[in-house]
T-cell receptor, first 112, second 114 residues
Framework: AQSVTQLGSHVSVSEGALVLLRCNYS??????LFWYVQYPNQGLQLLLK??????LVKGINGFEAEFKKSETSFHLTKPSAHMSDAAEYFC??????????FGAGTRLTVKP | DAGVTQSPTHLIKTRGQHVTLRCSPI?????VSWYQQVLGQGPQFIFQ???????GRGNFPDRFSARQFPNYSSELNVNALLLGDSALYLC?????????????FGPGTRLTVT
């Protein structure tokens, strides 16, 4: 069965600094990978997804992620953090059906 | 267009009671999934329904059940509530079933069991 590990439950960066949130997956078949963001007391919003094709995926709000099969990774990055990026970020994997398996989440704090 | 809607927003129940949570998918979406998100954790998959049939079930006890109606809305039922059932219950919809399709999440129902 597919699974996801997010390294680092909390990440703190300064405004304008690089954001790097780490995600490693386990899947018996080529995976579909997703990053979602959750703001307090809200549902999850899709940032980006990888299905097939180009391994560098661009999403909303300036985020991007790179699928690296050899490293079973799908890390999320943003060149310059904004205060509004402070939220909980979840990496997720699905296989043939879309019952997604989520990581435990990484809380991003952005310091002024 | 309206997104995924869930009702109620908040709910407080007592141990041993039963609860029904409701979800309306995005118009045209035929797949609905339910997730439980305990505070401080990622969402855990409970059920997936497509065209009114159960297509997937997570590792949850039989106290949890669900169904999907002809209009594709869905209900999640939990019997004999335990304190550990306190969580945010998220409903998600997608146009069809398949791993490549992202799921669109509703705002959730916050269930508190006392």
């Amino acid at each position: 069965a597919q699974s996801v590990t997010q390294l680092g439950s909390h990440v703190s960066v300064s405004e304008g600094a690089l954001v790097l949130l780490r995600c490693n997956y386990s899947s018996s078949v080529p995976p579909y990978l997703f990053w979602y963001v959750q703001y307090p007391n809200q549902g999850l919003q899709l940032l980006l997804k990888y299905t097939t094709g180009a391994t560098l995926v661009k999403g909303i709000n300036g985020f991007e992620a790179e699928f690296k099969k050899s490293e079973t990774s799908f890390h999320l990055t943003k060149p310059s953090a904004h205060m509004s990026d402070a939220a909980e970020y979840f990496c997720a994997v699905s296989e043939t059906s879309n019952d997604m398996r989520f990581g435990a989440g990484t809380r991003l704090t952005v310091k002024p | 267009d309206a997104g995924v809607t869930q009702s109620p927003t908040h709910l407080i129940k007592t141990r041993g009671q039963h609860v029904t949570l409701r979800c309306s998918p995005i118009s045209g979406h035929k797949s609905v999934s339910w997730y439980q998100q305990v505070l401080g954790q990622g969402p855990q998959f409970i059920f997936q329904y497509y065209e009114k049939e159960e297509r997937g079930r997570g590792n949850f006890p039989d106290r949890f059940s669900a169904r999907q109606f002809p209009n594709y809305s869905s209900e999640l039922n939990v019997n004999a509530l335990l304190l550990g059932d306190s969580a945010l219950y998220l409903c998600a919809s997608s146009p069809v079933i398949g791993g490549a399709y992202e799921q669109y999440f509703g705002p959730g129902t916050r269930l508190t069991v006392t």
